[in-house]
């Protein structure tokens, strides 16, 4: 082998090796870096940890406050108290109904002296055993409750924390530990997986942990959402009924009710206005509509907290693309031992002066697939059966697949008209959409089976007609899923009086 060749090769081993220590030397550099990086986390973790086992940072002894302890073991909640010797206090244990404003009845309590104590939780909500609750303090036990089996007997599919109804003005108190409300079970058997929404406001079983003074009382919680500080997002109206919410269409009246196991719209309604020189109020030129505290005036809704109060209104203001159009008023009211029902009418207000009838037209049938519909005690209609029997229909020019028929209302001798419709579907429509692919894409509603109604005075002249869509809008001429539906409901009412129309949903049995 030549000299040349002798060297290269050498030259090739020494590279090699180098490359070789130069990868080890990275590997133990990322390495150290790594254990260098999880002994300081784990540092930090065993001084947080410490803190918190040996109690308190009490800066002001005239302060009440809390620090939770580490989780022991599944089930046991503990925290760290400091109560002043300023006044005295009390640990009490609320179970019964729980939303963000809502203080659950006291099933138990008991005094803690000035210093620092610890505060255990034994929470026991498995669907498995009875619902137990034992409060321990300083490791003795004080409280004890154990529900019923009818407290929540399906057991709970899901829980959240509830914060305390406003945050305390002052150190002094009170001080919530711990709270939670569960949302009950909902079975359909072995048909499907029902997966609801709900809000934070709703009312619902739970508990509440909390220090207080001993003669701190709390009135009910109100019954209705609108009070300044309420989440205008969640809308206005009754907490666990029908709430008016802004839509995304400004000219539609959105109304949701979160207890029926969704957020979003139960019902949607358009109105028309017309006066004798015909229709100047229709929904095209209503810009939006504006809530505000009366029927004259421009102030916003701002309701005053009244516990012994159990009707609330409204007053929705129409805000026209025209001076010139038509700003029609509209007032709602909820009744808290309604809580099913919605009313409406046209205010008594300058503003209706022009208008002689009024129109409400309720949207969305097809998304709740509305396919019977019943006026007093005559029998059920589908929608086939409203197109033969209907006096007049007409098909819709914007819409070939759809047909308006007039219903007779029946007997109008007695003093109010009572209207129903429904799904003829039992099972919730998600898991219609979910089990049928007929249904895939159209967007069902995704809350519990409803039935639907309305109560008109037989004194405003009502007047019944069905929109019936036969045929799948999102497809080319393709029959729509399971049959005919009824798109939509319209009723025409006289505008002399000023009477309400009260519209309903009810959960189906």
Same mark, same amino acid.
């Not at 206090?89 to 659950?104: A, D, N, T």
């Not at 619902?131 to 057991?155: C, H, S, T």
């Not at 909902?186 to 009312?203: A, E, I, P, R, V």
């Given at each position: =082998? ?6 290269r090769a050498e030259r090739s081993k020494l590279s090699l090796r180098h490359l070789l220590y130069l990868t080890a030397w990275i590997a133990i550099g990322v390495a150290?870096? =790594? ?58 244990? $609320?179970? $019964?109904?729980?939303? /963000? ?22 929470? %026991?909500? !498995? ?25 929540? *007997? +399906? ?9 305390? *109804? ?6 002094? &108190? ?6 939670? &409300? ?5 079975? #359909?058997?072995? %048909? ?17 942990? @909390?220090?207080?003074?001993?003669? %701190?009382?709390?009135?009910?919680? !109100? ?14 109206g009754l907490r666990d009924g029908f709430r008016f919410r802004t839509s995304a269409l400004s000219y539609v009246w959105a109304f949701t009710r979160s207890s029926f ?11 028309? #206005?017309?006066?004798?020189? &015909? +229709?100047?109020?229709? !929904?095209?030129?209503?810009? !939006? ?25 409204? #007053? ?17 009211? @909820?009744?808290? +031992? ?11 207000? *300058? ?28 029998? @059920? ?36 008209? /009572?209207?129903? @419709? ?7 429509? %998600? ?35 069905? /929109? ?42």
């Amino acid at each position: =082998m030549s000299d040349s060749t002798t060297h290269r090769a050498e030259r090739s081993k020494l590279s090699l090796r180098h490359l070789l220590y130069l990868t080890a030397w990275i590997a133990i550099g990322v390495a150290v870096g =790594m254990a260098y990086r999880q002994n300081r986390y784990l540092r930090q973790k065993r001084i947080e940890l410490l803190a918190l086992s040996k109690g308190l940072q009490v800066s002001n002894e005239d302060e009440l406050i809390s620090a939770p302890m580490p989780d022991i073991t599944s089930g046991f909640y503990s925290w760290r108290v400091h109560i002043p010797d300023s006044r005295d206090y009390e640990l009490r244990l $609320g179970i $019964g109904e729980v939303s /963000e404003k809502g203080i659950p009845p006291i099933v138990g309590r008991v005094r803690l002296s000035s210093g620092q104590h610890r505060v255990t939780l034994h929470k %026991q909500d !498995s669907v498995r055993e009875e619902f137990r609750y034992v409060v321990y303090v300083d490791g003795v036990q004080a409280i004890e409750k154990v529900m019923g089996n009818n407290w929540l *007997p +399906n057991g709970w599919s899901s829980s959240r924390g509830v914060s305390w *109804p406003g945050d305390p003005k002052t150190s002094m &108190g009170p001080l919530q530990l711990s709270s939670q &409300g569960y949302q009950p079970e909902l079975s #359909f058997g072995d %048909q499907g997986y029902f997966n609801g929404q709900y809000d934070n406001q709703l009312t619902r079983p739970g508990y509440r942990l @909390w220090i207080d003074q001993p003669d %701190q009382e709390y009135p009910p919680a !109100s019954p209705f959402l609108g009070f300044p500080g309420d989440p205008q997002y969640l809308g206005i109206g009754l907490r666990d009924g029908f709430r008016f919410r802004t839509s995304a269409l400004s000219y539609v009246w959105a109304f949701t009710r979160s207890s029926f196991a969704t957020t979003a719209p139960v019902l949607q309604v358009e109105a028309e #206005f017309i006066t004798e020189e &015909g +229709n100047k109020g229709s !929904s095209q030129s209503i810009e !939006s509509w504006q809530v505000r505290n009366a029927a004259t005036g421009s102030d916003a809704l701002r309701w005053k907290e009244a516990p012994a109060q159990t009707v609330q209104t409204a #007053f929705l203001h129409a805000k026209s693309k025209s001076s010139e159009d038509l700003q029609p008023v509209v007032e709602l009211q @909820w009744d808290a +031992n309604k809580p099913d029902s919605l009313g409406l009418r046209l205010a008594d207000t *300058p503003a209706n002066a022009q208008i002689i009838q009024w129109r409400l037209r309720i949207l969305d049938g097809k998304h709740h697939l509305w396919r019977e519909i019943q006026a007093g005690d005559a029998p @059920w209609v589908t929608p086939e059966k409203a197109i033969k029997k209907s006096d007049r229909f007409d098909v819709i020019s914007q819409n070939p697949a759809m047909k308006s028929a007039v219903l007779n209302l029946g007997d109008q001798s007695k003093p109010n008209v /009572e209207l129903h @419709w429904k799904t003829n579907e039992k099972l919730p429509l %998600q898991i219609v959409e979910r089990k049928d692919a007929r249904y895939s894409g159209l967007s069902l509603y995704q809350g519990l089976p409803l039935s639907f109604g309305m109560q008109i005075p037989n004194a405003l002249n009502p007047a019944l007609a069905v /929109e019936v869509l036969d045929q799948d809008t999102s497809t080319d001429g393709t029959a729509f899923p399971g049959g005919p539906v009824y798109s939509a409901i319209r009723v025409e009412v006289e505008a002399t009086t000023h009477d309400w129309v009260w519209l309903s949903a009810t959960r189906n049995p």
